[in-house]
């Protein structure tokens, strides 16, 4: 079982700025994804960004050019500055790695870390 540690996160007003961090441990083949997911009260956890071993991304529209994902060259910890923050950003945000064990090699397991409060005020 991979484990996800998250840190970062915190209060801040409108227009500053958070970083958040993300390491995984524990025993996997390979990582084939590497992600920031976001759930506010009331709302369905919606994708942020994510990262792939190749360093393509993608980001949701709400955060494209004030938010930037990046990975360790293991390609093992996320990483997420957020810019420019608005009251809109407030939400528990989860790390999720895609991950394939060696016994599995044709398979992959979805892995959650165990979310980060960030809040911003206007």
């Known amino acids: 079982q991979a484990h996800l540690e998250e840190s970062g996160g915190g209060s801040v007003q409108a227009g500053g700025s958070l970083s958040l961090s993300c390491e995984v441990s524990g025993p996997t083949f390979r990582i084939n994804r590497l992600g920031w997911y976001r759930q506010a009260p009331g709302k369905q956890r919606e994708l942020v960004a994510e990262i792939r071993s190749d360093d393509s991304t993608k980001y949701s529209d709400s955060v494209k050019g004030r938010f930037t994902i990046s990975a360790n060259v293991h390609y093992n910890a996320v990483f997420l500055q957020m810019n420019t923050l608005k009251p809109d950003d407030t939400a528990v945000y989860f790390c999720?790695?895609?991950?394939?064990?060696?016994?599995?090699?044709?398979?992959?397991?979805?892995?959650w870390g165990q979310g980060t409060q960030v809040t911003v005020s206007s």
């Open positions: 999720n790695a895609d991950i394939t064990h060696e016994i599995r090699p044709w398979d992959s397991v979805q892995y």
